[in-house]
């Protein structure tokens, strides 16, 4: 059984850009969470999506935007980047809507904006 | 609206002393509580969680916590630590409603275990 895995692990980029970041779920999970931890605080929820379609969205612009694949992978993409998104970026899977309650994350990617 | 407090930024402890993590939480409706554990350089790991039923919820690795529904708090503890449980740690919450992926979390609390 494969875990979360997350691609890039660390990458850098300039304001103004945008960035894509990568997700592949645990095998058999069809939930995918994004959250935002910047440095020295918690996870803020991003958004989640569930069978390819955004399910809940927290506080972030619309530059935050994401996608889930039929295969449950998923990607995040920031537009027009800020020196505040730099951040660790998690991607957390988990079975369906009425799962167990247990997310299980990916190690990360780590941006950070110049 | 919810929030997540945990009291602590910092907790230093020796090896095989007793730690507790503090955490409160405030919310209007009902809410499903966690605790996530992060080692250097990984992800969150689940360590308990409580849905509902008995009010004393043991986790992983020899942690547990208990709920309390009249001071809204979620303490976890454990009666002796290792070097190993040197990480940061994370109360988390959701409403009932809402779908799993959507957690809550605190600032979080470092735990630093010395010999």
């Known amino acids: 059984e494969t875990g979360v895995t997350q691609s890039p692990t660390h990458l850098i980029k300039t304001r103004g850009q945008q960035v894509t970041l990568r997700c592949s779920s645990q095998?058999?999970?069809?939930?995918v969470s994004w959250y935002q931890q910047a440095l020295g605080q918690g996870p803020q929820f991003i958004f989640q999506?569930?069978?390819?379609?955004?399910?809940g969205r927290g506080n972030f612009p619309p530059r935050f935007s994401g996608l889930q694949f039929p295969n449950y992978s998923s990607e995040l993409n920031v537009n027009a980047l800020e020196l505040d998104d730099s951040a660790l970026y998690l991607c957390?899977?988990?079975?369906?809507?009425?799962?167990?309650?247990?997310?299980?994350f990916g190690e990360g990617s780590r941006l950070t904006v110049l | 609206a919810q929030s997540v407090t945990q009291l602590d930024s910092q907790v230093p402890v020796f090896e095989e002393a007793p730690v507790e993590l503090r955490c409160n939480y405030s919310?209007?409706?009902?809410?499903?509580l966690f605790w996530y554990v992060q080692y250097p350089n990984q992800g969150l790991q689940l360590l308990l969680k409580?849905?509902?039923?008995?009010?004393l919820v043991k986790g992983i690795n020899g942690f547990e916590a208990e709920f309390n529904k009249s001071q809204t708090s979620f303490h976890l503890r454990k009666p002796s630590v290792h070097i190993s449980d040197t990480a940061e740690y994370f109360c988390?919450?959701?409403?009932?409603?809402?779908?799993?992926?959507?957690?809550?979390f605190g600032a979080g609390t470092q735990v630093v275990v010395t010999p």
């Open positions: 957390a899977s988990s079975l369906d809507l009425k799962g167990t309650g247990e997310l299980f």
């Open positions: 095998s058999g999970h069809n939930t």
């Open positions: 999506y569930y069978r390819e379609e955004e399910n």
């Open positions: 919310s209007s409706v009902s809410v499903y």
């Open positions: 409580y849905l509902s039923g008995s009010t």
């Open positions: 988390a919450v959701k409403k009932t409603t809402d779908s799993w992926g959507k957690l809550q």
